[in-house]
């Protein structure tokens, strides 16, 4: 997850339009938080185009400003009143109208409140409203005070307009694409029942289409969405219902898609199915985000998990067999309420049992409206403080130590982007490691494999290979010297 800061607003440098001319509207959208929302602002984005919005990365270009915020934790949510004050200054500045939107889920949980706060907010619109944007920014722009976080009958997929080849093709080749929405698990501590509502699917055959249209503008790999993306069970046109493992073979066999990704799963959904397509599916990549939070069966049953530690470790053997190179990614809370030492020192022995090539951690934040909120025996923000940094380095020792591991192998690289430095490509692993080589910008969009030759704190050194030479021998699976 990412949690990234607005620029700076300077002073607006635009020229007046001459008389006659019409200036372009320019539309400037900061996204908080996790890849939904990433994907959330790319269609608010294509929602926006045919109003004629284009997009600028610079803030005080805009003419129309979207936060499309993050509600998990308080602090990002806190960021969000600080960094409205900032955009208030600018747009008071400003020789043009300027329309404030606050999007996403503290758009959903706060609704008018966060008007009352910041009164330069023009307009409050909740995660499945979208599709109504053209009509609630007009509205926004004569003046009137917009708030629209209802959860509407209509799906939003079914309203929302489809990105042009040529902006799909700016994007980069590869894309986001939610297939579910919702949560129905009310972890303890966890506001996303509340802010994107109960669990629900798209249809696939609504999923394969717009895949297909990113597959025709450049797309080769695609990451799937969901808050519990693995609970996936969408209906088809013939009242079938599909799983995400049936999702992803069909996916699998469309030409030109070369990389499947999913995000963020529940061990309770990790079903035999998909495990088994993990084993099956070569463009199912083998890398696995799966948040266990603690490994503490005390503390997990107070988070209402539905697991605990042994079926997590039972679960991770099972995929392991089925995928012996799998790497994992996780979530960890720490300071949860009632957490003792002895609980967190659970936390740290599953994290040695299992072995992460990555891994988020966070303190725990109380959120208004959740269980965990109300739980007596909250734990001192040093005690968070001191455990999160234990909690951390381990992570950060087992990431590198993967990352070492893939020196003097021979991976398939995504090429996606130039480098930095003239001839230089960007792309990613199969683990979705950053690497860096040499070569030429043709190379883009295809899969190369790529020889690693050395690690740096967050990207690996390659180079294409001579492919007269064999890649060297590896014959334990990384994962497997990663845990042992």
């Not at 609704?111 to 995660?127: C, H, K, S, W, Y």
């Not at 990113?214 to 599909?242: C, P, S």
């Not at 998990?305 to 790497?327: F, T």
């Not at 957490?339 to 659970?346: K, M, P, Q, R, S």
């Amino acid at each position: 997850m990412t949690d990234p800061t607005l620029q700076q607003p300077r002073l607006p440098v635009d020229a007046p339009a001459a008389e006659g001319e019409t200036r372009p509207l320019k539309l400037f959208i900061r996204s908080f938080g996790c890849q939904m929302n990433a994907y959330d602002a790319t269609r608010m984005a294509d929602a926006l185009a045919p109003e004629g919005y284009a997009e600028t990365g610079t803030l005080e270009e805009a003419d129309l400003v979207v936060l499309n915020t993050c509600h998990i934790r308080e602090r990002a949510a806190e960021k969000i009143y600080s960094e409205l004050g900032k955009i208030r200054e600018m747009k008071e500045a400003s020789a043009r109208p300027v329309t404030l939107a606050v999007a996403g889920c503290v758009a959903q949980a706060e609704g008018a409140e966060i008007i009352r706060r910041q009164r330069a907010v023009d307009l409050v619109v909740g995660p499945q409203s979208y599709h109504r944007l053209p009509d609630l920014v007009r509205r926004a722009r004569a003046g009137a005070s917009v708030v629209d976080t209802d959860f509407p009958v209509e799906s939003k997929f079914d309203h929302l307009a489809a990105p042009s080849a040529a902006k799909t093709r700016a994007r980069g080749v590869s894309a986001f694409v939610t297939v579910q929405e919702g949560c129905d698990k009310f972890c303890s501590f966890c506001v996303v029942p509340y802010t994107r509502g109960a669990e629900s699917s798209r249809p696939p055959e609504a999923i394969v289409a717009e895949v297909r249209a990113l597959l025709d503008a450049g797309v080769r790999e695609v990451t799937l969405l969901g808050q519990n993306v693995n609970a996936y069970h969408g209906i088809d046109a013939a009242g079938r219902a599909w799983t995400l493992a049936g999702l992803a073979r069909t996916l699998a066999d469309l030409p030109g898609l070369a990389r499947i990704r999913y995000t963020t799963s529940h061990p309770r959904d990790m079903d035999a199915e998909l495990i088994a397509a993990h084993r099956d599916l070569p463009a199912l990549m083998p890398f696995l985000h799966l948040p266990v939070q603690s490994g503490s069966d005390r503390i997990l049953h107070a988070m209402n998990r539905k697991h605990d530690a042994a079926s997590y470790l039972a679960l991770i053997g099972e995929i392991r067999a089925a995928r012996p190179d799998i790497a994992l990614s996780s979530d960890f809370i720490v300071g949860f309420p009632g957490e003792t030492e002895a609980d967190f020192a659970d936390t740290l022995a599953l994290v040695e049992r299992v072995g992460f090539a990555s891994a988020f951690s966070f303190k725990y934040s109380p959120r208004p409206g959740t269980p965990g909120a109300d739980l007596p025996d909250h734990v001192p923000a040093a005690v968070m403080d001191e455990r999160l940094h234990r909690l951390q380095a381990l992570l950060e020792e087992q990431r590198q130590r993967f990352n070492r591991s893939a020196v003097g192998r021979r991976l398939d690289v995504l090429i996606e982007k130039p480098g930095r430095h003239p001839g230089q490509l960007g792309g990613r692993s199969p683990y979705l490691q950053a690497v860096h080589l040499e070569g030429p910008a043709s190379l883009i969009g295809t899969v190369q494999p790529v020889d690693i030759l050395s690690v740096g704190p967050n990207s690996l050194a390659g180079r294409l290979p001579d492919l007269g030479r064999p890649a060297a021998e590896d014959p334990t699976p990384a994962l497997e010297r990663l845990a042992s």
